[in-house]
C-alpha cells in the first residue's frame, strides 16, 4: 500500500471544471456531448448534481460520470443501526456553559435537519471499510483528520489526507475509507450549503487559501465483482439506511465538471495579519466558508490558528475576551494553543455557545500583560482551528453522557483571573 501513496496523482485548483480519464482507457469521455446514444467503451453516463438545475452559472454544480454500471443498480435501501448520529434537540437541556472534552473529545454538535444547519462530528476509528461505502444525503463533509492517515476512494478517484490537511466530500458523493491503525479527527457537515472561498475584499486579488492549492483526484477506477455483495449505505435525513449490490461503486472510466471532492493542506494558508496594534478578528484566517442568505453571515466558517509572526505594538497579542453572536467550535490537529496551553489537548475540543464568554485563561494573560513587545513567532509547531456558525449548538446526549472525557473543570482557567483596576493609575 506504501507504494500506491507515491504514485496518486491530482488535479490542481478550486471549483474548476476539471476533465479527467483513467489512462487504462483512453478516450472514454465523450467528445462534443455529454450523454450520446452509445458511450465510448459501452460505459454509462450519469449526471451527480450538487445544486438546483436552474441555479445562476457561478453556483451552478454538476459533474457527469462515465462509469462501468449506474449507481441505481442496488437492492433497496433498509434501515440501519443508527449508532451515535441525532438530531434530536429535546434529548438534552439547553447549556450556555463553555465547554471542552479532552482528547479524543465526546462532543458532537447538531443543528439544523434537512436543508438548513450544521452538525460536527468526533471520528475515531482502527479498521478499513471493506466492500463498504458511504455517501452523505443530507450535506457536504470537510474532514480534519488529526491523527493517522486515510485513504479515500470516491468516485473521481483517490486521495490521501493526512493531518494538517483537510478534504471535502460534496453531498451525494460515494467514499470508502482505508486507515492504516488508529485514526481520529474531526467532520463539518454543512447542510443546504457547500463550502466556497471567502470573498477577500480590501485584501485583493491574493491571500488566505489560493485556488490553485486545491487539489482534485484523477479518475480511477475497479470493474470488480462481489459475490459476497458490497453495501452502500446513505445517510438520509441524520439516519443510516444501507443497500446491497454486487458489484464495486468505484466504476467510473471517465468523468467531467466542477462538482468534486477535494483535499487541501493546511501549510499553503497565506496568513494576513495586524503589523502595526491590536488583535484582528479571526475571520482573516477563513479557509472555506459555507454562506447563508445574510450577505456576510456564514452557516459555517473553517477557520486556523496558523504559525504566523506577531508584532503588534502595544497590543495583547492572544484572543481578546469576547462574546460572539456566533456559535465556536475549537478543535487542535497537533502543538499548544497559544490561549490555553493547559488542558486543551490535541484531539480534543470546545464549544463556546453563541453570547458565552471566552477568552485567554489566566496564565495566558498575564504573561501577555507582561511580555517584553518583541516580533515572535506565534503557535510554532500547532495548527488549531474552528468551526464557526451563526447557528446554535447543542451536544448530544451520548456525548455527554457515554464518555470521561468531558471536562468539568474548564470553568476553572478562569478563576484565578483578579482586578488589577487602579482609579488612581490610567
Known sequence: MGSLWFIL???????????????????????????????????????????????PRPTNKRSWLYRILPSVCHKPFKPLEEGH??????????????????????????????????????????????????????????IVPQQGKLLITTEFGKMLVEPNEICVIQQGMRFSVEVFGETRGYILEVYGAHFELPDLGPIGANGLANPRDFL???????????????????????????????????????????????????????V????AFDHADPSIFTVLTAKSTRPGVAVADFVIFPPRWGVANNTFRPPYYHRNCMSEFMGLIKGHYEA?????????????SMMTPHGPDADCFEKASKAKLEPERVAEGTMAFMFESSLSLAVTKWG???SNH?????????????????????
Open 340 to 352: 490555553k496551553e493547559e488542558g486543551f489537548q490535541p484531539g480534543g475540543a470546545s464549544l463556546h
Open 85 to 142: 448520529l441525532t438530531h434530536n434537540w429535546d434529548e438534552v437541556e439547553p447549556d450556555p456553559n463553555q465547554e471542552r472534552g479532552l482528547a479524543p473529545a465526546p462532543l458532537l454538535a447538531p443543528n439544523g435537519l434537512g436543508r438548513n444547519g450544521i452538525a460536527v462530528h468526533i471520528f475515531v476509528c482502527n479498521t478499513s471499510m471493506i466492500n463498504r461505502c458511504l455517501y452523505n444525503s443530507d450535506g457536504d463533509f470537510l
Open 9 to 55: 496523482q491530482y488535479m490542481s485548483g478550486f471549483g474548476n471544471e476539471h476533465v479527467s480519464e483513467d489512462p487504462r482507457c483512453p478516450g472514454a469521455l465523450p467528445e462534443g456531448q455529454n450523454n450520446p446514444q452509445v458511450c465510448p467503451y459501452g460505459l454509462y453516463a450519469e449526471q451527480l448534481s450538487g445544486s438546483a438545475f436552474t441555479c
Open 400 to 402: 455527554l453522557q457515554t
Open 272 to 275: 494576513i495579519n495586524s503589523v
Open 406 to 426: 468531558l471536562d468539568k473543570n474548564y470553568y476553572k482557567c478562569w478563576e484565578p483571573l483578579k482586578s488589577h483596576f487602579n482609579p488612581n493609575c490610567k
Open 216 to 270: 482534485v483526484p484523477v479518475a480511477w477506477y475497479e470493474d470488480r465483482q462481489v459475490p459476497g455483495g458490497y453495501t452502500v449505505i446513505s445517510k438520509y435525513q441524520g439516519k443510516l439506511f444501507a443497500a446491497q449490490q454486487d458489484f464495486s461503486p468505484f466504476n467510473v472510466v471517465a468523468w467531467h465538471g466542477n462538482y468534486t471532492p477535494y483535499k487541501y493542506h493546511l501549510e499553503k494558508f497565506m
